[in-house]
């Protein structure tokens, strides 16, 4: 069935190169004799005849596929090859019926040129005065329409504005870009305004509503600078995705997604060695402990891509770990996915899941992380933290693991909480056991992710859309900071290099003040700071530092084969006094205080300085 449209449009056709053919007869021929030669019913065959070939060219060229409203230079040169490949058509066909002829007058080849171009100018002149009528049209539904400023004017811009121009949801006030060559300059009948100086201008004189950032090529620097810029506007701003994601968007504006807080946080792209990545993990059975855990559930989206053998998803928390599950099971259904429900602490669980799954690699992401509770449960910390990752690899020595990595932090470094603290151990006891047997121990270091559970964005979202305050601990303190899946894909490519028990140090840009993050979050969400959201300061946590360090004081970097990772210089560990140490708090550690608990490990961590609170 031929749809509606497409037999509209047929029909406009055949008008069109029907009153051509007979303009053409009158133009070509004497007045009387033309009147003779439309009566003859050859001449009426003929004409039906032209018609249906010129109409079958259009089919074949597509030309009943374009839609009209927003045609472009390709579409009318379509239409206009369509009628000279007519035109050649029926002066071969004339030629080879030489005996065409009405009353004596040949068909000539002037004639059917003249029939042909009666036609186009006919069909190019309806559909142009369709496209305009449908514009004004649209000018009376525009006050109904958000007005629209485009950042960027390169090839994204472009489909952007094809895409708008097709749906017609905005009204389009023009484009900036830095680029001066493209000032005034039009695209798709929209012109460039400006450069990203004068967005604030345009958006006040144009009374722009919503702002595109249409570049998705753009480094982290410059569209921090540029998301800056249009968020001093009060206008809604979007940005469009990776340049990847650009050309597989079946829609490019629905992809488009509302600026985040990691949108300014000035991070790159990261390149991965992929190659490397899946000659490691292709094949094998990967566990992830604490796999429902942000890092750990996102360590299982990017294994899932890596082709394992199966993902065994360990957790203490049942739900997290059956969501995950469900995710990589819907995404990858040919993929086994196992969850096991059990904690760290217990060696027997640990030892029968292990047995039963024998895993090739085993990323440890299970931790307690949360400074202020660990300050208030030490032994918990030691308990989850140290006593768990001890049993795990030591059970991963026992079932031939490959390759044990251990997810550390920045809070490692110069301890001065509890929950640090336990995570130097842990990287000690990396460095000691990485002469075991024939598993490789590696960890990797590295600072805080956005959007974690606990993390400072969820909390300072929930208290802006309850109305405040939000509530920072200090002004001046600062953090680094990473995405989740930058955090994860990175962990995957350090895992590659390890070799001799390594600290792999992540590179985490520069430290943000968490002060600007909930400036810059709160006008995210669209408030005013200290008008509509209060910023309340309540003071430093027990525990809690005023700056983090990825390094301690004797640790020097060496670099890595990719960019954003590094090695800390090993240090030195007695082995047998760490281990003596460890296993006898393990026997008393129910026995002692908190403060206890905390002096014990301070013997084991000499960088641990147990602050007192009270000072």
């Known amino acids: 069935m031929l749809k509606k449209k497409f037999k509209v449009t047929m029909l406009v056709d055949f008008i069109c190169w029907s009153i051509s053919y007979f303009l053409a007869v009158f133009l070509t021929n004497e007045f009387p004799a033309s009147f003779l030669i439309m009566t003859k019913p050859i001449s009426i065959l003929t004409w039906i005849v032209d018609v249906v070939i010129c109409i079958l060219v259009f089919v074949v060229l597509k030309v009943y596929r374009v839609m009209w409203v927003h045609a472009g230079f390709r579409d009318m040169w379509r239409v206009v090859s369509g009628g000279m490949i007519s035109s050649v058509i029926l002066i071969i066909l004339n030629g080879i019926l030489t005996a065409r002829e009405f009353m004596g007058i040949r068909h000539t080849a002037l004639f059917i040129i003249i029939g042909v171009m009666l036609c186009m100018i006919a069909r190019v002149g309806i559909k142009s005065g369709y496209a305009m009528w449908n514009a004004s049209r649209n000018k009376v539904e525009k006050k109904l329409k958000k007005r629209l400023l485009i950042v960027g004017a390169g090839s994204a811009a472009e489909i952007c504005l094809q895409e708008l121009l097709t749906f017609g949801t905005y009204e389009i006030i023009g484009l900036v870009d830095d680029d001066e060559d493209k000032r005034n300059k039009m695209i798709h009948g929209f012109s460039v305004l400006g450069t990203r100086d004068d967005i604030v201008r345009i958006c006040e004189e144009k009374n722009v509503d919503d702002i595109l950032i249409a570049i998705p090529t753009i480094g982290g620097e410059e569209r921090t600078k540029i998301i800056s810029i249009c968020e001093s506007t009060e206008c809604k701003v979007r940005i469009l995705p990776s340049i990847n994601n650009v050309f597989t968007a079946k829609s490019l504006i629905d992809n488009a997604k509302e600026v985040e807080i990691e949108d300014l946080l000035c991070r790159e792209k990261i390149d991965l060695d992929k190659t490397r990545i899946e000659d490691y993990l292709n094949g094998r059975v990967v566990m992830v402990t604490g796999g429902g855990g942000s890092i750990g559930s996102e360590i299982c989206r990017q294994v899932a891509q890596y082709n394992p053998e199966k993902i065994v998803i360990l957790d203490n928390y049942e739900n997290n770990a059956y969501d995950i599950m469900l995710e990589l099971k819907s995404k990858y259904p040919g993929m086994p996915v196992e969850v096991v429900i059990a904690t760290v602490r217990d060696k027997k669980a640990m030892d029968n899941a292990f047995d039963k799954f024998r895993p090739s690699v085993v990323f440890h992401a299970e931790a307690h992380k949360h400074v202020p509770l660990m300050e208030d449960t030490p032994k918990e910390a030691v308990k989850n933290n140290v006593?768990?990752?001890?049993?795990?690899?030591?059970?991963?020595?026992?079932?031939?693991?490959?390759?044990?990595?251990?997810?550390?932090?920045?809070?490692?470094?110069?301890?001065?909480?509890?929950?640090?603290?336990?995570?130097?151990?842990?990287?000690?006891?990396v460095q000691t056991l990485n002469n075991k047997e024939r598993t490789s121990f590696v960890a990797v270091r590295f600072g805080n992710v956005l959007g974690?559970?606990?993390?400072?964005?969820?909390?300072?979202?929930?208290?802006?859309?309850?109305?405040?305050?939000?509530?920072?601990?200090?002004?001046d303190i600062t953090r680094f900071f990473m995405t989740i899946p930058e955090a994860a894909s990175l962990v995957l490519q350090a895992s590659v290099y390890a070799q001799n028990g390594e600290i792999f140090v992540l590179d985490m840009g520069k430290p943000v003040r968490i002060y600007d993050l909930a400036v810059n979050?709160?006008?995210?969400?669209?408030?005013?700071?200290g008008k509509d959201i209060e910023i309340a300061i309540t003071g430093l946590r027990p525990g809690e530092k005023l700056y983090e360090e990825l390094l301690m004081a004797e640790e020097g970097m060496t670099n890595t084969e990719h960019e954003k990772i590094y090695i800390a210089k090993p240090i030195d560990v007695d082995k047998e006094i760490l281990y003596n140490k460890l296993l006898n708090l393990m026997d008393i550690i129910d026995t002692l205080t908190d403060?206890?608990?905390?002096?014990?490990?301070?013997?084991?961590v000499p960088t641990y300085i147990i602050k007192d609170v009270n000072k």
């Open 595 to 604: 403060d206890e608990v905390k002096q014990r490990v301070a013997e084991l």
């Open 521 to 529: 979050l709160i006008q995210l969400m669209g408030k005013v700071p």
């Open 387 to 429: 006593f768990g990752t001890l049993i795990t690899a030591q059970v991963a020595i026992k079932y031939g693991v490959r390759r044990f990595v251990l997810i550390s932090t920045d809070k490692a470094v110069n301890p001065t909480n509890i929950m640090g603290a336990t995570k130097r151990l842990c990287e000690m006891l």
């Open 452 to 475: 974690s559970n606990g993390s400072v964005i969820p909390i300072f979202k929930r208290q802006i859309k309850n109305g405040g305050p939000v509530t920072l601990t200090h002004k």
